[in-house]
């Protein structure tokens, strides 16, 4: 068999690998065993300004006015010859006199080949300034959003409360015991939005993004005693379980709530009747139920008495919002909602309540 001799050979794969490694669209670098450039890059020379005829035979460290001599790029280079570390994504900033300083990353490997006498080190280096510039505005563009954002909320939360105090005032002053219980009504459901947003501000004022339930239920279970159960009156409000959820969420549960919780403080105790309204939350993975029952006067026998109003409209409305369904049953005594959200089907479940779409007021007792 003829062909070329070896050394031929040898030296036609070193010029194509040293001529590929030039032509590289990416700034890469060829080192040798003591760190010293064999051959750089086209786009190297260019993104950092260097002579391609001065750049080979020198020190890495060396290259521009030594800007390159960086204490902890010099160790991991010297660790990665030595064959004990990888420079997997050192980042680093080359800063130049008189010119902008550079985020670089640098990636590093030792070449293993036929020729084991001759070390050889492939650096390749990407200039990523643009992209955390744009980071950096992105993340103050988000500030200045979210600074804004607990600013309308701040001043929502004032808003709402002069405008329940105005409702409160003029159902004192009417002599219509209708009018006075809408006025009182919409009185309770601007508190609780108050109450809500007050926490959501002072939450993201803290940096959270996230709502613990069993706190936020607590209060705004304080705020509607506060208004609607007089000093004298045997009516407690309990709050069970709970669990941390995105503050889009806790907006719907929490206005859910406050309507469970009006109706049942409306239609639940007959006067001087001792009674205790739960507001529960369990979480199941991606499943969740929220429920709000009593131990009142229950149900009358039969439903049709019952005349769907204004709250129950809202409940539904908000779970469907959520993607959850609204369930009615009896609480033995009392009566329980529950609204459920179910993701994913568990083995062993069944649904003994009463169908949704059932009213939640009761006829006064």
Known sequence: MTGRPLIELEDAALSLTMAVLKASPSPLLLLDGALGVVAASRSFCDAFDLDPATTADQSIFALGAGEWDVVQLR???EATAAGAAEVDAYEMELKRRGRPTRQLIIRARSLIYQDLTQQRLLVAVADITDARAGEREKDAAIERVGVLLREVRHRVANSLQIISSVLLQNAKRTKSDETRGHLKDAHHRVMSVAALERQLSEAETGGEEDVELGAYFTRLCDSIAGSMIGEGDPISLVVTGGGVVASRISINLGLIVTELVINALKHAFPPGRPGKVTIAYQAR?????????????GMPPDRSLVTPGLGTSIVQALAKQLEATVEVGSAAPGVRVSIDHTQIALLGETDDAA??????????A
């Open 355 to 364: 169908p949704s779409g059932v009213a939640l007021e009761r006829p006064a």
């Open 285 to 297: 993975g991606p499943n969740w139920t929220l429920s709000v029952s009593d131990d009142g006067v």
């Open 75 to 77: 160790a991991l280079l």
